[in-house]
């Protein structure tokens, strides 16, 4: 059996799915050769990850009788159109509001929980302090579950935990049953925060993940900005169960959207694309708006399974110092911000006579300051990636079209290009959070909530510094990495929202924030030494990994000539 020549392929480089100068569509309509009569649809061999169907065709179509004599481009990290990208974000920006929302809506609601169930006010500040344990522990299995059995069926299951809580805390009568549902709560909304990084990780280049991140805090912080409030409205005129039958119906709905619009995007089992999707990965809009017949299926490599290793694996992480550096200290500014937050009731309502709908509103500064210090650092990240970017081209010669490999380039400063305008964020915060406590006894709310709305500005930068640079440490397990990140700055905020009310009844407020205020600036060294060091333990890592890997290959090699 004899195959028609075909004309040399061309690349076109405007279109990385393109080998002929026209769309990718418009070449296979156009084809005015034949396919050989023996030719049939095969599950594609082994390739590298993130290929095109184009790329592996040139290697894969034996019937063709020319062969490949220029190395092709690098394909496209991921397929998906900027616009594309951001639907997906905004969805998984949604699901991730469910952590702060459900933790804010419920304070202004503490004085009312507190005399209906006739507990003190403090034993019911003890469930926020379960929340953020459990808001901490929970990403380390829901997060390893996303790295190997991917992010659509992760977050299927947190959501169903998600709403059954709900369901509970809306029947809870008794502050223990509160507390057990409150925790199941957070382990339902926590992950999303990881999961939804780990999507953002496997589509996006560090390039455009600032931006991207910078969205996916923003929307996720305005929970940030409206809990509060409407768990004011909600509880000053429908009481605090109300509360929770809210989030079960905001819950389902944003449940709805993953089934109908989030396909999987785990790079093990989606690529960068271009593998077909099935069952559970495939989300219901395929298949009413397929997508197109040009994606290659999927190898049957079985997945990994998810074990206690797995699970404990990313705690590894924690044992690298660039790492440990960049979490504690964001895990230290998250508490200190949380303990602003979670003393807010206590410190307004009877200082200004304000009911729950009020005590609702006085948190909307401090959301705000969330959602802007979310949005406009994702854009100052995406300056100072470029910036830093061109400066590297300029110093190694590098010409600005050339695409930059940043897992090979071991020597990009990425630390730099994420730590390059830190230094007067944690300036601002500082001063701020000194200068809270003393304001309260002024008696002029404005002030209190004007250094509120910095606060948490630049406490959210701080974040999302923290996470953009987490990604880039460990781009392949982002989800993981993101789970040690809220491991560790819920860890440590629990622990502190657990004293500051004992610490502002024994000092007062103005002495407690400056405290903490002053612990911040005495580790923001820290921040320095990342900024000197961290290219270097970086380099340390890789040489170790790959010392690693020859020797695994060595003994795997060993092990075959025994046999």
């Excluded at 023996?38 to 062969?67: C, E, K, M």
């Excluded at 495939?282 to 009413?288: E, G, K, V």
Aim: aromatic letters at 12%.
């Amino acid at each position: 059996m004899f195959s028609i020549p075909r004309p040399p392929p061309t690349y076109d480089a405007t279109s990385l799915s393109s080998l002929v100068n026209q769309p990718m569509f418009e070449q296979q309509r156009s084809m005015p050769y034949p396919r050989p009569l023996n030719h049939r649809r095969q599950t594609a061999p082994p390739r590298p990850s993130g290929w095109n169907r184009q790329s592996v065709l040139l290697f894969a179509d034996f019937n063709s009788i020319y062969s490949l004599e220029k190395k092709l481009p690098e394909p496209p990290y991921h397929v998906f159109s900027l616009a594309k990208k951001k639907q997906m974000v905004y969805i998984v920006s949604l699901a991730g509001l469910f952590s702060p929302l459900s933790s804010n809506i419920y304070f202004p609601a503490l004085g009312q929980i507190s005399k209906d169930l006739n507990v003190s006010l403090s034993l019911v500040s003890l469930t926020i302090t379960v929340y953020m344990i459990v808001q901490g522990l929970a990403p380390s299995f829901w997060g390893p579950l996303s790295d190997t059995k991917g992010r659509r069926i992760t977050f299927i299951g947190t959501f169903i935990v998600y709403l059954a809580a709900n369901i509970g805390l809306a029947f809870s009568n008794n502050f223990v049953t509160l507390m057990v549902f409150r925790g199941i709560q957070a382990a339902g909304s926590a992950a999303t925060i990881s999961v939804g990084a780990g999507v953002i990780g496997d589509i996006t280049t560090a390039r455009e993940r600032g931006g991207l991140i910078g969205i996916f805090g923003g929307i996720r912080m305005m929970g940030q900005s409206v809990g509060p409030v409407f768990g004011g409205i909600i509880s000053n005129y429908l009481g605090f169960h109300a509360i929770f039958w809210f989030l079960f119906g905001l819950g389902a709905l944003t449940l709805l959207l993953i089934l109908l619009l989030l396909p999987e995007t785990l790079r093990s089992i989606a690529g960068n694309g271009t593998i077909r999707l099935t069952s559970i990965h495939r989300p219901l809009i395929y298949s009413f708006s397929p997508p197109p017949d040009e994606l290659l299926d999927r190898d049957n490599t079985p997945m990994k399974n998810i074990t206690i290793s797995s699970i404990v694996a990313p705690l590894k992480f924690l044992l690298e110092k660039d790492v440990f550096i960049t979490l504690f200290f964001g895990s230290i500014v998250y508490t200190v911000w949380s303990m602003v937050t979670s003393s807010t009731t206590a410190l307004f309502q009877g200082r200004f006579n304000l009911n729950d709908l009020q005590v609702g509103l006085v948190f909307l500064p401090n959301g705000a300051g969330c959602v802007a210090g979310s949005y406009l650092t994702g854009y100052l990240m995406d300056h100072d990636y470029k910036t830093v970017e061109r400066q590297y081209r300029q110093a190694k010669g590098i010409p600005a079209d050339t695409p930059l490999n940043k897992k090979e380039l071991v020597d990009f400063p990425i630390e730099k290009s994420r730590l390059r305008n830190i230094w007067w964020i944690i300036v601002i915060f500082v001063l701020t959070v000194a200068l809270y406590g003393f304001s309260l006894p002024l008696n002029i709310i404005t002030i209190p909530l004007v250094l509120q709305f910095f606060i948490a500005y630049t406490a959210t930068a701080v974040f999302s510094f923290n996470s953009a640079l987490v990604i880039d440490l460990y781009p392949g397990a982002s989800a993981s990495a993101t789970a040690v990140n809220n491991l560790m700055r819920c860890s440590v905020g629990a622990a502190g929202v657990a004293v500051v009310q004992l610490v502002i009844d024994a000092i007062g407020p103005g002495p407690t924030f400056a405290l903490f205020a002053g612990i911040t600036a005495v580790l923001s060294p820290l921040l320095v030494v990342e900024w000197f060091y961290g290219e270097g333990w970086r380099k340390e890592r890789k040489e170790r990994k790959e010392r690693l890997r020859a020797k695994e290959e060595q003994k795997k090699a060993t092990d075959l000539e025994k046999k």
